[in-house]
C-alpha cells in the first residue's frame, strides 16, 4: 500500500478511496499501478475508478485487435506499436472525456465528421528542422554584462521539499499554512483588522466584530445580496454585503474560494448572521520601496517558447539571437544588448505532448524529450556570459500539480556551456538583490473566470489582483490543480520589485503600488485552438527590465527587420 501511495505522490496524481481499493485488489497492485501512472501522465489530479476501467477496457480491444506493425526505418527508435497505439487511443478517449461539455466543445454533424476523417488520413507535412544560423562577430563587440559576476539567490522555491502524499491531512495543513500566512500579514499590516477575535468568541450581545477567515462558500442571492461563509481553526460564521451598500458589494464581488480575507461586520439582531461593513484583503503597502543595485545590468524574460510546434517563430527568434549577440538593432538597442545579464524563462519552454485536442498534427518534434534537446541547442547561440534561469509551465515535463518543481535531472544535463539554473513555479529569487516573483500563470484563467471585472487578455490587472489578495491561486479544484503541500508556496508573503508572468501568450509591463508587473509574451503564433478560442496572441517580444533603474521597456522582433 505504502508503495503505491508513494509511486502516486511522486508523479504528483492523487486519487479517490475507492480507486486504491480497486488498485490494491489486483493480483500485482503495484505493476498495475506503475501502468496507470504512465496512462495518466498527461491527465487530470485525482483518479476515480470509472476512469481506471476506461484505460482497461481499451486495452483489451486494443489487444484483441491489434494495429499493423508500421515499417521501422534504421534509425527510428524501437517502441512497441501495440503500446503507443495503446496510449495514443487513450489520450483520444481521456481528451474527449476532459473537454465534453464544455465551451471548447464543438458540435459536428455526421457530414463534417467524414471530411474530418478524410482530412485525418491524409498524410501532414513534416516541417524542416530549425536552420542552423550566422550569427556575424560584430567589431569591438564587448559585452558589459561581460564585466559581471552573476549573483542569483533562490528565496523560496518548492524544488527538493515536496512533502506531499495526498493524504486528508496534508490538505489541513496546507490550508493551516495558508491561514497563518495570511492572517499574519493582516494582523502586522492592517490596523481595521486589528482587534480581530477567533470566530468561536462571537457573542450575540456584541454589536461589531472584526473577523480573519478563509472563504468556504460564496453565493449571489436572489435579492443580489453577497452571502459569505468563512471558517477559521475555531469555528464557521455566515457573513451577507448588502447590496445597497456599493462599495462593500464591489469588494465582495471579487471574493474566491478558499482565500482568507478579513470581515469588519455587525452583527444582526437575530445574532445569526454578520452584516459586512468592510473586507479587508491583505494587500501590499501604497508603495513598495524598491530595492535597488549599482549594477549597470538588465534581465530579459523569455516566456513560453513552446519548441516543437509547427507555430514556433522561427524568423523572430533567429532576430533575437542575432540581437543579443550584438548583430543587430540600432546603437540604443546594442547598448541594452550589451547590459543583459540575465535571461528568466517562466515556463512552457517546449510545447509539450498530449496538451490540447489534436495538438499532435501542429507538431515539428513529436517526442518531448527531444523537444529539450532542440531548445538546447539553440541556447548554444546565448553568449556564455548570460545566466539562463529556467521555470517549468503546463506544457512541461513534470507533475502538473503546483507548485511544480524544477526539471529533472534527464531534462537538465541537456542544457551545457554556461549557467543554466532550474527553479520550480513559482519561485521567489533574486538578482544582484532585486528580488523577483515568476510564476508561469495557470491560474490567470481561475482569476478571470471567478472575477467578472476581470479579463484573460489583460493579465497584468490579473496579476494586480493576485497582490492584493497575496495568493497566486488559492481556489481548489479550478482550472489550476494544486499540490497539497504542507507549505503554501503559492502564497505571496514577500513583496517582489518585479512579478512576472506567462502562459496567456500576451506582451504586457505595468506597474501597481511599486511594483513592475510584466507578462513576457511568447514565441509561438496562433494555434488552431488559440483560433477556435478566438484568441489572437501577441508573439515575439521580449519584456527587458534595467536592475538599476528599474526601467523596463519591450524589444519587439515581430517588427523587426534584418
Known amino acids: 500500500m505504502k508503495s503505491i501511495l508513494k509511486l502516486f505522490s511522486d508523479h504528483g496524481t492523487f486519487f ?12 500485482n497492485p503495484d505493476d498495475f499501478a506503475t501502468f496507470l501512472i504512465n496512462s495518466l501522465r498527461e491527465y487530470p489530479l485525482f483518479l476515480a475508478v470509472e476512469t481506471i476501467k476506461n484505460i482497461e477496457e481499451t486495452t483489451q480491444q486494443l489487444k484483441e485487435k491489434p494495429a499493423p506493425i508500421p515499417v521501422i526505418p534504421p534509425s527510428t527508435p524501437l517502441i512497441p506499436p501495440v503500446e503507443k497505439t495503446i496510449e495514443k487511443e487513450f489520450q ?21 465528421d467524414d471530411e474530418e476523417t478524410e482530412d ?13 544560423i550566422e550569427i556575424k562577430t560584430v567589431k569591438g563587440w564587448k559585452p558589459l554584462a561581460r564585466d559581471y559576476e552573476s549573483e542569483v539567490r533562490i528565496i523560496n522555491d518548492i524544488t527538493g521539499k515536496r512533502t506531499s502524499e495526498g493524504t486528508t491531512q496534508d490538505f489541513v495543513n496546507l490550508f493551516k499554512d495558508r491561514y497563518q500566512g495570511i492572517r499574519k500579514i493582516l494582523c502586522s499590516q492592517r490596523r481595521e483588522i486589528a482587534q480581530y477575535i477567533p470566530i468561536n468568541r462571537i457573542r450575540k ?18 435579492n443580489g445580496h453577497r452571502l459569505i461563509e468563512i471558517e477559521d481553526d475555531t469555528g464557521s460564521a455566515t457573513l451577507m454585503a448588502l447590496k445597497t451598500n456599493t462599495e462593500t458589494i464591489q469588494m465582495a464581488s471579487e471574493i474566491m474560494l478558499d482565500e482568507v480575507i478579513g470581515v469588519v461586520g455587525k452583527i444582526s439582531k437575530t445574532g445569526d448572521l454578520i452584516i459586512v461593513q468592510n473586507i479587508i484583503y491583505p494587500d501590499i503597502k501604497l508603495h513598495h520601496e524598491r530595492k535597488r543595485t549599482e549594477s549597470p545590468l538588465c534581465v530579459a524574460f523569455l516566456s513560453d517558447v513552446h519548441m516543437g510546434s509547427n507555430m514556433f517563430m522561427e524568423s523572430e527568434w533567429n532576430m533575437f539571437l542575432r540581437w543579443i549577440n550584438g548583430d543587430l538593432g540600432n546603437s540604443r538597442q546594442r547598448d541594452v544588448a550589451s547590459k543583459l545579464k540575465y535571461l528568466v524563462l517562466p515556463g512552457d519552454l517546449v510545447d509539450g505532448i498530449g496538451i490540447y485536442p489534436n495538438q499532435e498534427k501542429e507538431l515539428s518534434i513529436s517526442n518531448i524529450y527531444e523537444q ?39 531534462i537538465r ?34 482569476y478571470s473566470t471567478n472575477i467578472q471585472a476581470l479579463n484573460y487578455n489583460q493579465p497584468t490587472e490579473v496579476m494586480k489582483i493576485m497582490l492584493k489578495k497575496r495568493h497566486l491561486s488559492p481556489t481548489y479544484g479550478g482550472y489550476t490543480p494544486l499540490a497539497p503541500e504542507h507549505e503554501d508556496y503559492m502564497l505571496i508573503s514577500q513583496v517582489p520589485d518585479i512579478f512576472v508572468t506567462g502562459h496567456v501568450h500576451t506582451s504586457f509591463i505595468d506597474n501597481y503600488r511599486g511594483v513592475t508587473l510584466i507578462n513576457a509574451s511568447s514565441w509561438q ?22 536592475l538599476k533603474t528599474g526601467n523596463a521597456t519591450t524589444m519587439d522582433f515581430s517588427k523587426a527587420s534584418a
Open 525 to 546: 503564433s496562433q494555434t488552431s485552438y488559440q483560433k477556435m478560442m478566438n484568441f489572437v496572441p501577441d508573439s515575439g517580444k521580449l519584456p527587458i527590465v534595467d
Open 92 to 112: 483520444k478517449k481521456m481528451l474527449s472525456k476532459i473537454y465534453s461539455g464544455s465551451t471548447f466543445t464543438k458540435e459536428t454533424s455526421d457530414e463534417e
Open 205 to 222: 450581545t456584541m454589536t461589531d466584530v472584526q473577523l480573519i477567515g478563509i472563504v468556504k462558500n460564496v453565493k449571489t442571492t436572489h
Open 372 to 410: 529539450y534537446q532542440a531548445l538546447a541547442q539553440q541556447f548554444e547561440y546565448i553568449p556564455d556570459h548570460i545566466t539562463v534561469i529556467l521555470q517549468p509551465g503546463n506544457h512541461d515535463a513534470v507533475r502538473p500539480a503546483e507548485p511544480q518543481p524544477a526539471f529533472e535531472k534527464e
Open 120 to 132: 485525418d488520413e491524409k498524410p501532414t507535412e513534416e516541417k524542416k528542422p530549425l536552420q542552423p
Open 413 to 446: 544535463d541537456l542544457f551545457t556551456g554556461k549557467e543554466f539554473i532550474f527553479i520550480g513555479n513559482p519561485s521567489y529569487f533574486s538578482l544582484h538583490g532585486i528580488e523577483i516573483l515568476s510564476y508561469h500563470g495557470q491560474s490567470l484563467l481561475d
Open 16 to 27: 479517490q478511496p475507492d480507486a486504491l481499493q480497486y488498485i490494491s485488489s489486483k493480483e
